[in-house]
């Protein structure tokens, strides 16, 4: 019912920078939190920020100063931007999103994710 499609990851160099997209599409009623998830190798999926639709953000610690969220709510698309990434950035980039949908008539609260963008980081 939500379809988000990232873009933007690839492959940098220590101290680069990287713009991640989430795209979403669908029977959108209502976007609500949007957020930016990771997932290195053999490591548990673990948050790195959200964005409300209002526009009040949350970063895990390891992230603070260096990446930002934004989001454009016409367009339900979702940013991450990333700068002096380091190795230990490197990981799947999954994008999230709280969303209400239409479904049956009835308005349904759901959440989605995508299907992840690889980001790694190294020399």
């Known amino acids: 019912q939500v379809q988000l499609v990232e873009s933007g990851g690839g492959l940098v160099q220590p101290g680069g920078s990287l713009r991640l997209s989430c795209a979403a599409s669908g029977s959108i009623f209502r976007l609500n939190v949007m957020g930016w998830y990771r997932q290195a190798p053999e490591k548990q999926r673990e948050l790195v920020a959200t964005?409300?639709?209002?526009?009040?953000?949350n970063y895990a610690d390891f992230v603070l100063g260096r990446f930002t969220i934004s989001r454009d709510n016409a367009k339900n698309t979702v940013y991450l931007q990333m700068n002096s990434l380091k190795p230990e950035d490197t990981a799947v980039y999954y994008c999230?999103?709280?969303?209400?949908?239409?479904?049956?008539?009835?308005?349904?609260?759901?959440?989605?994710w995508g299907q992840g963008t690889q980001v790694t980081v190294s020399s």
């Open positions: 964005i409300t639709s209002g526009g009040i953000t």
């Open positions: 999230n999103a709280e969303a209400v949908v239409y479904s049956r008539g009835y308005q349904v609260q759901g959440n989605y």
